[in-house]
């Protein structure tokens, strides 16, 4: 028998329609990367003891992924500057460009924020309902991109529940700090 983990498909290829809808990596990358900074924003931004404002929160979520996205497309730039010649080209103008994942990331969140902003539930329940929320869709970024990778449901389940868990600490985190 073949030397290979358990847990990758024999033929190491995702099933045909998983494969045809494979996240370029840039795309995990800064999906994740958002989904992390929107949770550890509203979870900040969610302070005990002062006035509920969830309209200037769901701003500071929203202009923090932008800068973010935009500081990590122009590090792209300057390392790319750096490597060869000075010029600013289109390939690194969509480097910037490129980090539109982490912006829409954070669109969730943002949205549920402004449902608080609209009464439709209170703030502290927004901020409850966002951390889920990006938990649940780190595991579904972190299966979603194992299956992609040809693993087998148990691997992905096993990978998606890893990424779960930066969420779960944003959560343990924030009920500690309260």
Excluded at 25 to 45: K, M, N, T
Excluded at 47 to 66: H, I, N, Q, R, S
Excluded at 121 to 149: H, I, P, S
Aim: aromatic letters at 8%; a neutral charge.
């Amino acid at each position: 028998m073949p030397d290979r983990a358990d847990h990758v498909r024999p033929e190491n290829v995702a099933p045909r329609w998983i494969s045809r809808h494979r996240p370029p990596e840039q795309s995990l990358f800064s999906g994740i990367y958002g989904l992390v900074l929107a949770s550890a924003l509203v979870a900040a931004l969610d302070a005990t003891g002062e006035k509920a404002d969830p309209g200037p929160d769901a701003l500071w979520v929203l202009l923090t992924a932008l800068a973010s996205g935009a500081a990590h497309g122009y590090a792209h730039v300057i390392a790319q500057r750096a490597s060869v010649d000075g010029a600013a080209t289109t390939s690194r103008r969509r480097s910037v460009l490129a980090e539109w994942p982490l912006v829409a990331a954070v669109l969730p969140t943002v949205g549920i924020l402004l449902a608080a902003v609209a009464g439709w539930w209170a703030e502290a329940t927004a901020v409850d309902a966002a951390l889920l929320f990006n938990t649940v869709a780190l595991f579904g970024w972190g299966a979603w991109a194992a299956r992609t990778a040809g693993h087998g449901w148990p691997s992905s389940c096993r990978a998606g529940g890893l990424d779960m868990l930066i969420g779960l600490v944003i959560i343990i985190a924030n009920a500690l700090i309260k």
